[in-house]
Each structure stands twice: as C-alpha cells, then as structure tokens.
C-alpha cells in the first residue's frame, strides 16, 4: 500500500525539499526540472508549483512536482509536469494512485488540463508501450511536446581523450583550432551575466528565435549556484560565446548557448561547448545531455541537417559533431478535465 502526500513547494529550502532533491537525483528517470529549485525558479516567472509524492514502508517511490499557470489569455488553467512523473511506468498500481493524486491536485488549484512529459526514452518500453499504458490509464496522447522529445546524449564515461576522439573530425579540428586563435575559457559568474545576456540576444536576433527575460538566466544561477557552470570563451578578455549547464543526478545538461558575430572564425563556441563536457566530467557525471534536436529519425537527421535552416535544424548540425547517441523520450501525454478548455488549448497550440 501507498501513503500519499501532498506537498507544497516552499522557500526556504526545507528537509522535505532535500529529501525530493535526493529521490530525484537517484530515480532513473530523474531530471533537474523535477528539481525544487528548477520549481522556484518558474515560480518568480509566472508559474506556482505544487508536489505530489507517495511513499512505501517510509520511503519516496514516486511522485511529481507540478507547475501550474494561466495560458490562452487566462481562460485555461493547466498543470504541467516537465519531465515527470516519476513513477514506475510498469506498475499498474503506483500509476494509477500517483494519477489519484494529481487529480486532486488538479482540481484544488482549478486546471482543466494537466500536461505529462516524462523523462521515459521510448526504447525502455516495448513497441506500442506507451500507448497502451496511456490507453489504460485515460491519458490522451497529443501532437505537441512543450520540451524537445528527441535529444543527443553523449557518454561520459571513457577517458577524455577517447571522448574527443569519437567526435567527427571536424569538430575536433575546430576545439584545437580555438585554442590554437587564442581563445581561452574560463567559469563566470554572477557578474559576467551581463556580458552572457548580450550574447543571448545577439544570438536570438541572428538565429530568430525568443529568449527569456534577462533576470531569468540570473535567477538560474542564483538558484543553482553548486549544481551549474557558466563558461565563458574569450579572446583578449573579450566574450565571445557563453554556455550554461546543470547538473543532476548522473546528467549534466545544456541548456543555453550564445555565440556573438565576432571572431567567429576562432571557433569559441566549440572551446565553451568542450569546456563544459569536461566540467560534467569532471562533477562525475557519466552522461551530457544536449537538450534538443529536430524530431526526426537518425536517418532523416544526416539526410536533411545541411540543407535545413528551421528550427532546431542549425544546432542539430552543431550538436552532432560532438558525439553522442540519438535518444527520444516518449513525449507528452494529457489528463483531461474540461473537454471544451482541452479543444480551445489544442486549437491555440495548433496556431502557433
């Protein structure tokens, strides 16, 4: 039997919030956005959360820390639960008093929609898996993921040298050709936010794509100040490109870059990328997750990837000359309360 237990996400940081912290970080399917603090930064952001957990014989087995917010020009309230639940996919019965949980969970904070996006790679399952588990427990499967479901995740594993060997032979030509420019890397901090924000922007503008508030990325490094790496590549104390990675657990991952328009042939946004594997390396962690690319098979990736310039296309041909495997989670899955707001919201997204 299971003891379930509703629990509000808190500031301070509290014994409860640690002992989340430790089950996410030890579970197989754990990820930072499951973290407390992952939860406190979208709370300054717009979001409130609220966490859902079970135990048996005194211990955490599953749960999820959900985000809940206005969308739609606040018509619609829905929860969102990034990379969760955490639960044990396989056990018909954690499942389906986990989902017993998050229902009231819904109903207390008025959402008509609660969003699943688990941590799950489709080849832990068995063909027509996933479906038939969201079949059984009354999930809709939707069209649109909120988180890139298909991802590179590169093995941190063997020695360092054999980690830059697997790489295509290009990439490695251009981390030893930024060392060779002059480009050097070093960890920031709060104080060189500014510097990695300009970046940011400059990037957003070049590549057109949206950015988040600059007190966003801030907060991000306030928040995880122990668990996260600012590097910085520069030349003549110049920034040239800028990443931010987060680790949790095993994994490390990254989650922003900038490269600005000057220098670029001194190649520092291999010398920021490579600095940070090694920094995961370095925390213990076996493998470097690097967090979206286009949602395609292998196949269609290394047809298309020199001809393509939408979307996640252009990092897709960045990312893959460091290595890795090709991984896809089994995306998203819908619990539904208001079957009208549910048509509005699928309507909406469908616009976008």
Same mark, same amino acid.
């Given at each position: 039997m299971f003891e379930e237990i509703f629990e509000i996400g808190q500031q301070p940081y509290t014994e409860a919030d640690a002992e989340w912290d430790d089950f996410v970080a030890g579970h197989p399917h754990g990820s930072l956005l499951q973290t407390t603090q992952w939860a406190q930064l979208k709370n300054r952001f717009g979001w409130h959360s609220h966490r859902v957990w079970l135990r048996q014989d005194g211990q955490l087995v599953a749960g999820a820390q959900v985000l809940y917010r206005s969308v739609a020009f606040g018509a619609i309230k829905m929860g969102y639960i990034p990379h969760g639940p955490l639960v044990n996919w396989n056990d018909d019965e954690q499942v389906a008093v986990l989902l017993n949980q998050l229902d009231q969970s819904a109903y207390q904070n008025r959402a008509g929609i609660m969003k699943l996006e688990p941590l799950l790679w489709e080849d832990e399952l068995p063909p027509a898996g996933w479906q038939a588990i969201t079949q059984?427990?009354?999930?809709?499967?939707?069209?649109?993921?909120?988180?890139?479901?298909?991802?590179?995740?590169?093995?941190?594993?063997?020695?360092?040298?054999?980690?830059?060997?697997?790489?295509?032979?290009? +990439?490695?030509?251009?981390?030893?050709?930024?060392? =060779? =420019?002059?480009?050097?890397?070093?960890?920031?901090?709060?104080?060189?936010?500014?510097? $990695?924000?300009?970046?940011?922007?400059?990037?957003?503008?070049?590549?057109?794509?949206?950015?988040?508030?600059?007190?966003?990325?801030?907060?991000?490094?306030?928040? $995880?100040?122990?668990?996260?790496?600012?590097?910085?590549?520069?030349?003549?104390?110049?920034?040239?490109?800028?990443?931010?990675?987060?680790?949790? #657990?095993? *994994?490390?991952a990254y989650l922003y870059g900038a490269s600005g328009s000057a220098e670029r042939q001194r190649m520092p946004a291999y010398a920021a990328q490579w600095a940070a594997i090694q920094w995961a390396k370095a925390r213990g962690c076996t493998h470097y997750d690097f967090w979206g690319v286009p949602?395609?098979?292998?196949?269609?990736?290394?047809?298309?990837? *020199? +001809?393509?310039?939408?979307?996640?296309?252009?990092?897709?041909?960045? =990312?893959? #000359? $460091?290595?890795?495997?090709?991984?896809? +989670?089994?995306?998203?899955?819908?619990?539904?309360?208001?079957?009208?707001?549910?048509?509005?919201?699928?309507?909406?997204?469908?616009?976008?």
């Amino acid at each position: 039997m299971f003891e379930e237990i509703f629990e509000i996400g808190q500031q301070p940081y509290t014994e409860a919030d640690a002992e989340w912290d430790d089950f996410v970080a030890g579970h197989p399917h754990g990820s930072l956005l499951q973290t407390t603090q992952w939860a406190q930064l979208k709370n300054r952001f717009g979001w409130h959360s609220h966490r859902v957990w079970l135990r048996q014989d005194g211990q955490l087995v599953a749960g999820a820390q959900v985000l809940y917010r206005s969308v739609a020009f606040g018509a619609i309230k829905m929860g969102y639960i990034p990379h969760g639940p955490l639960v044990n996919w396989n056990d018909d019965e954690q499942v389906a008093v986990l989902l017993n949980q998050l229902d009231q969970s819904a109903y207390q904070n008025r959402a008509g929609i609660m969003k699943l996006e688990p941590l799950l790679w489709e080849d832990e399952l068995p063909p027509a898996g996933w479906q038939a588990i969201t079949q059984r427990h009354n999930l809709r499967i939707p069209s649109d993921t909120i988180q890139p479901p298909r991802t590179i995740l590169l093995d941190l594993r063997p020695a360092g040298d054999d980690i830059l060997a697997a790489m295509k032979q290009k +990439t490695r030509y251009n981390i030893r050709l930024a060392e =060779k =420019k002059g480009v050097t890397v070093r960890q920031g901090d709060l104080n060189d936010m500014p510097a $990695f924000v300009r970046l940011l922007a400059e990037t957003a503008r070049r590549d057109t794509f949206s950015i988040h508030d600059p007190r966003y990325y801030r907060s991000a490094m306030e928040l $995880f100040p122990e668990q996260s790496a600012l590097l910085l590549a520069e030349y003549e104390g110049q920034p040239l490109a800028g990443v931010m990675v987060f680790a949790t #657990g095993q *994994t490390a991952a990254y989650l922003y870059g900038a490269s600005g328009s000057a220098e670029r042939q001194r190649m520092p946004a291999y010398a920021a990328q490579w600095a940070a594997i090694q920094w995961a390396k370095a925390r213990g962690c076996t493998h470097y997750d690097f967090w979206g690319v286009p949602d395609y098979p292998l196949e269609t990736l290394e047809t298309e990837f *020199t +001809t393509r310039q939408d979307g996640l296309w252009p990092v897709y041909r960045f =990312k893959r #000359g $460091f290595g890795g495997e090709l991984r896809r +989670t089994v995306g998203a899955a819908d619990r539904v309360y208001n079957n009208l707001l549910y048509r509005l919201y699928r309507w909406r997204r469908g616009r976008r």
